[in-house]
């Protein structure tokens, strides 16, 4: 099956490192993302790591992914306030534009 | 370079007629896919389209349709509106691997 699980909220402390998880079940997942999205806006891909990878590092995004357990993270370091929204972990194949979301995680950034 | 464009951006439509939402993708990407986004029910796949071909398939019933251009640009049709279609509408246009959102057309049932 295709399921992707995440926790629906998350608040954190302006400064602070957020670190969203999400679990999924399809072993022959590709690739797997991670999409932000703000009321009323359409989602922003913020950055994604091939199945073979471990680890991805972005600026202040970091990605974690262990296969084995089918556990992907995303950490979000020096949390600000512009970074509270909705964070979508996604997996997908490569040739095919077909993802499997999860519910959504609200992060809330409190100054 | 200009990115994913959906229009409308909104829509008001009464029970029992049509839509047609229209998604131009990425200058480029050739796969466009379609998703529906409700408050119940998440991030829903409707379909692919690749070099005007429908690729994949979710599980809505058959008022759901759409079509891709030789250009690229797909549209979706909804027959037959419920009240239940309220949601908003993303279209993500892919190259390989990495898969951009449009802002998507917020679509009201009433």
């Known amino acids: 099956g295709e399921d992707v699980e995440q926790s629906l909220f998350l608040s954190v402390r302006e400064g602070d490192s957020s670190v969203i998880n999400c679990t999924y079940t399809d072993s022959s997942s590709t690739y797997l993302y991670w999409y932000k999205q703000e009321p009323g806006a359409g989602l922003q891909l913020l950055t994604y790591?091939?199945?073979?990878?471990d680890m991805k590092q972005d600026q202040r995004l970091t990605v974690l992914l262990n296969k084995k357990d089918k556990h992907l993270s995303l950490r979000i370091a020096d949390t600000q306030t512009g970074d509270s929204a909705i964070y979508f972990c996604a997996e997908g194949g490569y040739n095919f534009n077909k993802f499997y979301f999860g519910s959504g995680t609200k992060l809330n950034v409190k100054p | 370079k200009a990115g994913v464009t959906q229009t409308p951006r909104y829509l008001i439509k009464t029970r029992g007629q049509q839509v047609t939402l229209s998604c131009s993708p990425i200058s480029g990407h050739r796969s466009v896919s379609w998703y529906q986004q409700t408050p119940g029910q998440g991030l829903q796949f409707l379909f692919e389209?690749?070099?005007?071909?429908?690729?994949n398939k979710g599980n809505f019933p058959g008022r759901f349709s759409g079509r891709q251009f030789s250009n690229s640009r797909s549209e979706m049709n909804v027959s037959t509106l419920e009240l239940g279609d309220s949601a908003l509408y993303l279209c993500?246009?892919?190259?390989?691997?990495?898969?951009?959102f449009g802002q998507g057309t917020r679509l009201t049932v009433v």
């Open positions: 790591i091939f199945s073979n990878m």
């Open positions: 993500a246009s892919s190259l390989s691997g990495e898969a951009f």
């Open positions: 389209y690749f070099s005007e071909t429908q690729r």
